[in-house]
């Protein structure tokens, strides 16, 4: 009688707590070319369940439903809607463009069971799981996603302290050096595009308004290699605030007129970069830089996992079968010896310097490193070191879930280099090829930037962004003290909030603007200097930079909620945007108006 009993609970139990799971598979591609889309990100609507493409442009993602909607979304493409089922393949071709548009398509699933463990997984699943698919045919067109809970990921940050109000009564003068990184917005862009706002660390103001190029003049006599703009206007969220706007232009060289290169490709083929995401997004990546490289360049590939090792001897850009053979011969495997890596690579590059050239070494990786050197107080000491070979450093970070996000920020930082993430291969294709002398050639290095603040004009100002690249104002004619590198055809823009005084003489001068740099081969710094009118415009009369530039700076603080935002909200961002997009040939402005609107829904 007991055996029985316990038999019929053991049934009971199980008819209790077996679910049913299914698997939609699929390929994303682009509509117009058929060219598969590595990195596209796939979303369940309605919940945080979420994947990516992997490089055949595939994907397969789990749903507790048999017909769940899929919002498809891929930099450059309009974001779609696919109703999917596990009756037919899903093969889905999405447009050129950014807006959204529903399309239906019958899906593919593959039926699973899945024994649930308990009542405690029951309950995390059906907090993941979000709306049921009996709910979502009356869930209006425009896509929506619910928020998730906090990432449990191994992701890490540095913390970032916003810059505050500084009264010109304490402290007039305010020194920083430049930041060409961008990596915080794309990231910010993975994040939200999975469902996830992003933690307030990962949303570095400055690299999410200089993720965008803009028409400042150029310069034209040759004298030096960028050209400065200022401009005051009146601030869109605070009605008692200014923005003075800091930009600079390098100047443009064609690519043909590049000094030949000397590049050396290190790359992670650790057991954590073996995600679709991370290794196979890399391997891709590389081969768009290779496929941009002429007979003059040369490449080295060096690897490392629990060891490093040269793959690939240095080789000359015509030979790009070569290259690509070693790129598609990597595997993930094993633990992260970054440091040793850093080291042979350093030396390969210095064994096969260019004098006049290019001498790079192209970090790809997660930036987890657990074998070695891997704190970042040793780290620092390391590439300080290495960077007095003239070889300059670029970080191209990849995956998610394991992002070292500020080692990768430091490796740049003291590089000599710039620090960009890849969360899908057009981000690869704008930061390799349509960017690729600002990212890979520098025109001017150890770049800073310091502005005496008029008293008599400005009561109070703070910096937005930047806040790890402050400078003590005693280091701005400091020439041993490292700062930012400024790449070919680069824009910078740097904003400040600052409170008018009560007795502000509208013909003085609000600030003197001083800059100073060193050529890439150079030890000496040259120094210029700029006074900012104190005549402002209204914020409607002001430059379509100074607006588009705000309105980046709006959404950096909504997203970071901060204490700041005065009386900005979603709706006027995006308004802001929209009417200060202005020209956008490849898309990223638009892309942009489209975030601030899946973030407003979250």
């Not at 965008?212 to 310069?219: G, I, L, V």
């Not at 800091?246 to 650790?270: C, H, Q, T, W």
């Not at 107080?377 to 070979?389: A, D, F, Q, Y």
């Not at 959404?555 to 020209?583: I, P, V, W």
Request: contains cysteine.
């Amino acid at each position: 009688m007991k055996t029985w009993l316990i038999s019929l609970f053991t049934i009971c139990l199980f008819a209790i707590s077996s679910e049913t799971d299914y698997t939609f598979k699929g390929t994303v591609t682009a509509a117009d070319s058929g060219e598969v889309l590595i990195g596209a990100s796939i979303l369940i609507k309605g919940t945080s369940r979420g994947t990516v493409t992997d490089i055949d442009g595939s994907f397969s993602l789990t749903g507790t439903d048999s017909c769940h909607t899929l919002v498809i979304s891929y930099t450059g493409f309009e974001t779609t809607e696919v109703e999917a089922c596990y009756d037919l393949p899903i093969q889905v071709g999405l447009k050129a463009g950014a807006a959204l548009d529903e399309v239906v398509v019958i899906g593919s699933g593959i039926r699973q069971k899945r024994e649930s463990r308990g009542r405690a997984d029951r309950k995390l699943s059906a907090e993941y799981a979000g709306a049921p698919a009996s709910m979502m045919a009356s869930t209006p067109a425009s896509p929506r996603y619910a928020p998730s809970p906090e990432p449990t990921s191994g992701d890490n940050y540095a913390t970032i302290t916003e810059n505050d109000f500084i009264p010109t009564a304490t402290e007039n003068i305010s020194t920083f050096a430049i930041d060409v990184d961008a990596a915080s917005y794309s990231n910010v862009r993975r994040f939200i595009n999975e469902g996830q706002l992003p933690p307030a660390d990962a949303v570095r103001s400055e690299e999410m308004i200089n993720y965008f190029q803009y028409n400042y003049p150029p310069p034209v006599d040759g004298k030096h290699p960028f050209t400065v703009s200022t401009e005051l206007a009146s601030c869109p969220w605070n009605d008692e605030s200014q923005l003075l706007l800091v930009g600079m232009r390098a100047m443009e060289i064609a690519k043909d007129d590049l000094p030949a290169a000397n590049f050396v490709f290190l790359l992670d083929v650790s057991g954590s970069m073996d995600r679709p995401d991370a290794l196979p997004l890399l391997v891709e990546s590389m081969k768009i830089l290779t496929d941009n490289l002429r007979p003059d360049d040369r490449v080295a590939i060096v690897v490392y996992a629990g060891a490093s090792g040269l793959v690939l001897e240095s080789t000359p850009g015509d030979n790009k079968t070569k290259i690509k053979e070693a790129l598609t011969q990597l595997r993930a495997g094993g633990s992260t010896a970054g440091a040793a890596g850093i080291q042979q690579a350093y030396q390969v590059a210095r064994e096969n310097f260019i004098e006049g050239g290019n001498n790079r070494v192209i970090l790809a990786t997660d930036g987890d490193f657990n074998v070695g050197i891997s704190d970042n107080g040793s780290l620092e000491t390391l590439i300080e070191k290495e960077r007095e070979s003239g070889i300059f450093l670029s970080v191209l970070g990849f995956g998610r879930g394991n992002l070292q996000d500020d080692k990768m920020q430091l490796l740049a930082d003291k590089g000599n280099g710039n620090h960009a993430y890849i969360d899908q291969l057009s981000e690869a294709r704008k930061v390799l090829v349509n960017e690729f002398g600002g990212t890979l050639f520098t025109v001017a290095k150890d770049v800073k930037i310091q502005v005496e603040f008029n008293p008599t004009y400005v009561a109070a100002y703070r910096l937005i962004g930047y806040e790890n690249r402050l400078m003590a104002n005693e280091d701005f004619r400091n020439d041993a003290k490292d700062a930012g590198e400024l790449g070919a055809g680069h824009t910078i823009t740097a904003l400040y909030e600052i409170t008018p005084s009560m007795t502000a003489g509208a013909t003085d001068a609000a600030a003197i603007v001083r800059l100073r740099y060193k050529q890439p081969n150079a030890n000496k710094a040259s120094e210029l200097a700029y006074n900012v009118d104190a005549r402002s415009s209204s914020f409607g009369q002001s430059s379509g930079n100074l607006r588009w530039a705000a309105s980046v700076a709006e959404f950096a603080m909504l997203l970071r909620d901060s204490k700041h935002k005065g009386t900005a909200n979603y709706d006027h961002c995006e308004q802001m945007a929209r009417q200060s997009a202005g020209r956008d040939p490849f898309g990223y402005r638009k892309e942009m108006i489209g975030l601030i609107g899946k973030a407003k829904s979250l």
